[in-house]
T-cell receptor, first 116, second 117 residues
């Protein structure tokens, strides 16, 4: 079975600074997807970034980038130039790569507070 | 595009009554929908996977007779909490995977807050 671990229950960062959220996972699969989701106080889940395991290049989306280390089964999220709107719960998630849609397994989450 | 709605957004009911929550994909067809439960400050816990035209697949520990799921069309799945009790109070979220599109894409609804008195 796959598991996702986020070892930082809470983090804070000063506005405009950079913060890195950690995520490790355990799987015997070779092909899979990894995601970071954001859940602001509205509780709407928002996809921040995704990474295909077969791609060596780390995914980036504007101020968000990941450090994907497949051998170490590590998938950290870096947020640059933090903004107040980045305050939210962040969930790391895993999904097996299949021809049909499979379920997503979420980590326990990291609560990020951006301090003005 | 790719909007998923849930109705109602919040509901308060008396213990022993049943509550139905709807999940709709507004601008795409969804072969698969997922139902999650989320407790305060906790992660999303998958309850069941719903495929159009077939029975839902429930996760271990989830009572299928308690949480009835119907995926009657490619745009609508419903979750009915039967004989609700205070311990069923929670935040319920659905997500939908498009019939056409990349296999990793799923879109989340805004959630439904259920309070059972």
């Amino acid at each position: 079975a796959q598991t996702v671990t986020q070892s930082q229950p809470e983090m804070s960062v000063q506005e405009a600074e950079t913060v890195t959220l950690s995520c490790t996972y355990d799987t015997s699969e070779n092909n899979y997807y990894l995601f970071w989701y954001k859940q602001p106080p509205s509780r709407q889940m928002i996809l921040v970034i995704r990474q295909e395991a077969y791609k060596q290049q780390n995914a980036t989306e504007n101020r968000f980038s990941v450090n994907f280390q497949k051998a170490a089964k590590s998938f950290s999220l870096k947020i640059s130039d933090s903004q107040l709107g980045d305050t939210a719960m962040y969930f790391c998630a895993f999904m097996k790569l299949k021809t049909s849609y499979d379920k997503v397994i979420f980590g326990p989450g990291t609560s990020l507070s951006v301090i003005p | 595009g790719a909007v998923v709605s849930q109705h109602p957004s919040r509901v308060i009911c008396k213990s022993g009554t049943s509550v139905k929550i709807e999940c709709r994909s507004l601008d795409f067809q969804a072969t698969t929908m997922f139902w999650y439960r989320q407790f305060p400050k906790k992660s999303l816990m998958l309850m069941a996977t719903s495929n159009e035209g077939s029975k839902a697949t429930y996760e271990q520990g989830v009572e299928k007779d308690k949480f009835l799921i119907n995926h009657a069309s490619l745009t609508l799945s419903t979750l009915t909490v039967t004989s609700a009790h205070p311990e069923d109070s929670s935040f319920y979220i659905c997500s939908a995977a498009p019939f056409f599109g990349s296999s990793e894409t799923q879109y989340f609804g805004p959630g439904t807050r259920l309070l059972v008195l």
